[in-house]
Nanobody, 127 residues
Framework: QVQLVESGGGLVQAGGSLRLSCAAS????????MGWFRQAPGLEREFVAA????????FYADSVKGRFIISRDNAKNTVYLQMMSLKPEDTAVYYC????????????????????WGQGTQVTVSS
Protein backbone atom coordinates (compact mmCIF):
# COMPACT_ATOMS: atom_id res chain seq x y z
CA GLN A 1 0.00 0.00 0.00
CA VAL A 2 1.20 3.50 -0.85
CA GLN A 3 -0.19 6.64 0.73
CA LEU A 4 -0.02 9.84 -1.30
CA VAL A 5 -0.60 13.33 0.07
CA GLU A 6 -0.69 16.35 -2.23
CA SER A 7 0.00 19.91 -1.14
CA GLY A 8 0.73 23.30 -2.65
CA GLY A 9 -2.57 24.09 -4.30
CA GLY A 10 -4.27 27.44 -3.96
CA LEU A 11 -5.57 30.53 -5.69
CA VAL A 12 -3.33 32.30 -8.20
CA GLN A 13 -3.81 34.90 -10.88
CA ALA A 14 -3.45 34.05 -14.54
CA GLY A 15 0.19 34.11 -15.53
CA GLY A 16 1.31 33.11 -12.07
CA SER A 17 3.05 30.00 -10.80
CA LEU A 18 2.49 27.25 -8.25
CA ARG A 19 4.44 24.20 -7.22
CA LEU A 20 2.55 21.12 -6.17
CA SER A 21 4.13 18.44 -4.04
CA CYS A 22 3.11 14.86 -3.45
CA ALA A 23 4.62 13.02 -0.52
CA ALA A 24 4.55 9.23 -0.64
CA SER A 25 4.80 6.76 2.20
CA UNK A 26 4.37 3.07 2.77
CA UNK A 27 6.54 1.44 0.14
CA UNK A 28 9.81 2.02 -1.70
CA UNK A 29 9.15 5.17 -3.68
CA UNK A 30 11.56 4.29 -6.47
CA UNK A 31 9.45 1.23 -7.30
CA UNK A 32 6.80 3.53 -8.71
CA UNK A 33 6.31 5.65 -11.77
CA MET A 34 4.43 8.80 -10.75
CA GLY A 35 1.81 10.90 -12.44
CA TRP A 36 -0.25 14.02 -12.04
CA PHE A 37 -3.83 14.18 -13.23
CA ARG A 38 -6.48 16.86 -12.88
CA GLN A 39 -10.23 17.05 -12.84
CA ALA A 40 -12.30 20.14 -13.46
CA PRO A 41 -15.98 20.29 -12.46
CA GLY A 42 -18.15 18.29 -14.82
CA LEU A 43 -15.20 16.85 -16.69
CA GLU A 44 -13.32 13.58 -16.59
CA ARG A 45 -10.00 13.25 -14.83
CA GLU A 46 -7.28 13.93 -17.36
CA PHE A 47 -3.58 13.27 -17.63
CA VAL A 48 -1.22 16.17 -16.93
CA ALA A 49 2.30 14.82 -16.52
CA ALA A 50 4.21 11.70 -15.52
CA UNK A 51 7.72 10.69 -14.61
CA UNK A 52 9.38 7.30 -14.62
CA UNK A 53 10.64 5.65 -11.45
CA UNK A 54 14.20 6.88 -11.93
CA UNK A 55 13.25 10.32 -13.20
CA UNK A 56 14.81 9.81 -16.60
CA UNK A 57 11.64 9.85 -18.66
CA UNK A 58 8.81 12.36 -18.54
CA PHE A 59 5.54 12.79 -20.38
CA TYR A 60 3.27 15.82 -20.65
CA ALA A 61 -0.16 16.57 -21.93
CA ASP A 62 -0.06 18.90 -24.92
CA SER A 63 -2.06 21.46 -22.96
CA VAL A 64 0.71 21.91 -20.37
CA LYS A 65 3.84 21.21 -22.40
CA GLY A 66 6.31 24.05 -22.02
CA ARG A 67 4.53 25.43 -18.94
CA PHE A 68 4.63 22.58 -16.40
CA ILE A 69 7.60 20.58 -15.20
CA ILE A 70 7.39 17.29 -13.32
CA SER A 71 10.27 16.14 -11.17
CA ARG A 72 10.93 13.77 -8.30
CA ASP A 73 13.28 13.36 -5.38
CA ASN A 74 13.50 9.69 -4.48
CA ALA A 75 15.47 10.47 -1.34
CA LYS A 76 12.54 12.56 -0.09
CA ASN A 77 9.81 10.27 -1.47
CA THR A 78 8.29 13.25 -3.20
CA VAL A 79 7.15 14.17 -6.68
CA TYR A 80 6.65 17.77 -7.76
CA LEU A 81 4.72 19.63 -10.40
CA GLN A 82 6.02 23.11 -11.14
CA MET A 83 3.29 25.04 -12.91
CA MET A 84 4.05 28.29 -14.69
CA SER A 85 2.14 30.70 -16.92
CA LEU A 86 -1.06 29.42 -15.40
CA LYS A 87 -4.32 29.89 -17.24
CA PRO A 88 -7.91 29.89 -15.98
CA GLU A 89 -8.42 26.60 -17.84
CA ASP A 90 -5.83 25.02 -15.54
CA THR A 91 -8.32 25.33 -12.69
CA ALA A 92 -9.01 21.86 -11.33
CA VAL A 93 -8.36 19.45 -8.51
CA TYR A 94 -4.92 17.99 -9.07
CA TYR A 95 -4.25 14.39 -8.14
CA CYS A 96 -1.01 12.55 -7.64
CA UNK A 97 -0.88 8.88 -8.61
CA UNK A 98 1.57 6.00 -8.34
CA UNK A 99 2.03 3.15 -10.80
CA UNK A 100 4.01 0.04 -9.98
CA UNK A 101 6.98 0.10 -12.30
CA UNK A 102 7.21 -2.54 -14.97
CA UNK A 103 9.91 -3.91 -17.22
CA UNK A 104 9.14 -1.15 -19.71
CA UNK A 105 8.14 2.47 -19.23
CA UNK A 106 4.69 2.55 -20.70
CA UNK A 107 1.11 3.73 -20.20
CA UNK A 108 2.12 6.51 -17.82
CA UNK A 109 -0.47 8.72 -19.52
CA UNK A 110 -3.30 6.28 -18.84
CA UNK A 111 -5.42 6.87 -15.77
CA UNK A 112 -6.27 3.18 -15.51
CA UNK A 113 -2.60 2.17 -15.27
CA UNK A 114 -2.16 3.72 -11.82
CA UNK A 115 -2.49 1.73 -8.63
CA UNK A 116 -2.71 4.42 -5.96
CA TRP A 117 -4.16 7.91 -5.79
CA GLY A 118 -3.99 10.87 -3.46
CA GLN A 119 -6.95 12.91 -2.29
CA GLY A 120 -6.19 15.87 -4.50
CA THR A 121 -5.39 19.54 -4.06
CA GLN A 122 -7.41 22.41 -5.51
CA VAL A 123 -5.79 24.81 -7.95
CA THR A 124 -7.78 27.87 -8.94
CA VAL A 125 -6.52 30.33 -11.53
CA SER A 126 -8.34 33.64 -11.70
CA SER A 127 -8.49 35.73 -14.85
Amino acid sequence: QVQLVESGGGLVQAGGSLRLSCAASGRTFSNYDMGWFRQAPGLEREFVAAISWGGGTTFYADSVKGRFIISRDNAKNTVYLQMMSLKPEDTAVYYCAAKIRGALISRLWERGAYNYWGQGTQVTVSS
